[in-house]
């Protein structure tokens, strides 16, 4: 009898404490994992910052001056205003002296000019602006069977000293000096560096334009001009000057004197429309390729 109650309640005892821990373990919750942070919120979503957009250029430009430099210029301005369809840029010749004249008068907003502004202008607050070297060349008709002249011999010849072809190895032909105005800078130019400052002969034709004494020389027997190389074409000749012919290389080492450095004057600082015209003007993008493609060179060419 007392093993059997003995079986039993030790059966019993055993179901209770087997209960009991199921009840314990239904009653416990997990402590949490304090090692781990919780997860930060995801930052809140900001709108992306627009650029301003770039202020639209307008307004109306006006250069005048320099017939040597009206070609770049011109170009010049033709593809800003494409850029810049809300400007207008006026591009007119009339000589160095006019274009300095101009923009100290206010007249222009630009004076191109192929020479410095002189000393009648130092009090007219003129900023340069420079915009390009250009070589000029000594230019003959193509009858004139010579390809090289001195520095003497073109000197005589544009004082009128030396009046006919056959005194400098020539043919027997009546010598036709084609002149610019003296308002021209490039005038101004082979007086300096040709006559070393000596006055030109009165004879001979004078042409208000570089376009009009390339077309005269080319059209007029036994005549000698000078123009700007832009102004060069088959209907002319370029003569070697000491010798050497005009190129970069020959600019650049020295050895040809014959060029000008190409201004662009304002009035005060460049403003608006007239400075981001100048500014696209002396630009790498346009100095670097398009001023050889004119004709011209590069402002820098000679920087060392």
Same mark, same amino acid.
């Given at each position: 009898m007392l093993k059997q109650f003995s079986k039993k309640g030790f059966g019993f005892v055993l179901?209770?404490?087997?209960?009991?821990?199921?009840?314990?373990?239904?009653g416990t919750t997990a402590a949490p994992d304090t090692k781990t942070p919780a997860a930060a919120p995801a930052?809140?979503? @900001?709108?992306?910052?627009?650029?301003?957009?770039?202020?639209?250029?307008?307004? @109306?430009?006006?250069?005048?001056?320099s017939s040597a430099l009206l070609p770049l210029v011109k170009q010049a301005a033709t593809e800003f205003m494409e850029?810049?369809?809300k400007v207008t840029v006026n591009v007119t010749a009339g000589g160095s002296g006019t274009g300095l004249k101009n923009v100290a008068d206010g007249?222009?907003?630009?004076? =191109?000019?192929?020479?410095?502004?002189?000393?009648?202008?130092?009090?007219?607050?003129?900023?340069?602006?420079v915009a390009a070297i250009a070589p000029f060349a000594l230019i003959v008709n193509k009858d004139v069977n010579i390809d090289n002249i001195t520095k003497a011999?073109? @000197?005589? &010849?544009?004082?009128?000293?030396?009046? =006919?072809?056959?005194?400098?190895?020539?043919?027997?032909?009546?010598i036709v000096v084609v002149h610019r105005p003296d308002s021209s800078g490039s005038k101004a130019l082979v007086k300096q560096i040709v006559l070393d400052g000596k006055e030109f002969t009165k004879d001979g034709v004078t042409q208000e334009s570089s376009g009009a004494v390339a077309t005269t020389v080319g059209t @007029?027997?036994?005549?000698?001009?000078?123009?700007?190389?832009?102004?060069?074409?088959?209907? &002319?000749?370029?003569?070697k000057f000491e010798g050497v012919a005009f190129s970069k290389d020959t600019i650049k080492d020295g050895k040809y004197p014959l060029f000008g450095i190409e201004h662009m004057y304002t009035k005060g600082e460049a403003k608006d429309a007239?400075?981001?015209?100048?500014?696209?003007?002396?630009?790498a993008d346009f100095q670097g390729k398009r001023v050889e493609e004119l004709k011209f060179l590069p402002a820098n060419l000679l920087k060392k």
């Open positions: 179901m209770a404490i087997l209960m009991m821990g199921v009840l314990a373990a239904c930052p809140a979503a @900001t709108p992306d910052k627009k650029a301003e957009p770039a202020k639209e250029i307008s307004g @109306t430009v006006t250069a005048s001056g850029k810049n369809p007249t222009s907003d630009i004076g =191109n000019s192929d020479i410095e502004a002189g000393a009648e202008y130092k009090d007219k607050g003129l900023v340069d602006h011999q073109a @000197t005589d &010849i544009f004082m009128g000293k030396i009046t =006919n072809w056959k005194e400098v190895g020539g043919n027997d032909e009546k @007029t027997k036994g005549s000698i001009g000078y123009v700007d190389t832009p102004y060069l074409n088959d209907t &002319i000749k370029a003569l007239v400075k981001a015209f100048l500014d696209y003007v002396t630009s």
